[in-house]
């Protein structure tokens, strides 16, 4: 199920939405690197975590599902937001330097496609960033929370992913220690759950965030789509109806 953009901006405005954010952004910053004057694409609904890219980088794009739907960002300024079909970017080759990936493998209907796509758009050695609910988390098992819908993946699941299509993995962090609850003592313990869980390994957590980083060598090639013919039958002239005597 691909949740719709009101739903997941309702999220993000709640008190635990906010919480989240800030906590995963602090991981994507953290395992970003340099983005001075680079190219970044974010994917799915990733524009509540590319808000630091935006005065250094040389350009920032948020692409966003057909069947989620577009909302406008940054709130000031010109858009940088495009409703594209994920499978099918509007962009040229080695064309990206950085992937943003939130709200997005979970919901596409064939990751391997999309993992073919990023190869072809992203430049030799570009990074990529991908945020997936994980498996058995207590995130993945709520419905309160957009982490609970679509296919969420274990390490070895999205690992396996990456390396089949020419991404190397290079840094892992989990993330969403917390409980999934708009409860007040929990959000105002949220610092208390993030360590306590970080003490415990990655069995409480969230969502898995992994950097990977794209191989020179080619990727799987991507399958070819088959043009759809749609047969329309052959229109004979109609004879004109008799009107009977009266």
């Known amino acids: ?46 524009t509540p975590y590319l808000r630091f890219t935006l005065e250094k980088a040389e350009r920032v794009l948020a692409f966003m599902p057909a069947r989620q739907g577009a909302s406008a960002w940054p709130r000031e300024g010109p858009s940088h937001t495009v409703l594209c079909d994920l499978l099918d970017m ?33 430049a030799p050695n570009a990074r990529l960033i991908v945020v997936v609910p994980k498996r058995r988390g207590m995130w993945s098992a709520a419905d309160n929370t957009p982490f609970g819908d679509g296919h969420p993946f274990s390490r070895g699941q999205l690992e396996r992913l990456l390396r089949a299509h020419s991404f190397v ?35 409480l957590a969230g969502v ?11 990727a799987v090639p991507r399958r070819k789509r088959a043009g759809r013919l749609v047969r329309v039958p052959a229109l ?9 005597d009266r």
């Open 169 to 203: 993995p290079e840094v892992w962090r989990d993330a969403l220690y917390l409980p999934p609850s708009q409860s007040r003592l929990v959000l105002k313990s949220t610092r208390f759950f993030e360590r306590a869980g970080r003490l415990f390994g990655s069995t």
């Open 208 to 218: 898995h965030i992994v950097r990977a980083r794209k191989e020179l060598f080619p």
């Open 90 to 122: 509007p962009l040229t080759d080695s064309a990206v330097d950085l992937v943003v990936a939130v709200h997005a493998f979970e919901h596409v209907a064939d990751a391997e496609e999309l993992m073919r796509e990023i190869w072809r758009v992203t």
């Open 236 to 244: 004979a002239p109609q004879a004109a109806m008799e009107i009977a």
């Open 1 to 46: 199920m691909t949740p719709d953009v009101q739903r997941l901006i309702q999220f993000y405005k709640s008190p635990l939405g906010k919480i989240a954010r800030a906590l995963v952004r602090e991981d994507i910053m953290r395992v970003a690197g340099a983005i001075d004057k680079q190219r970044i694409v974010g994917l799915g609904f990733a």
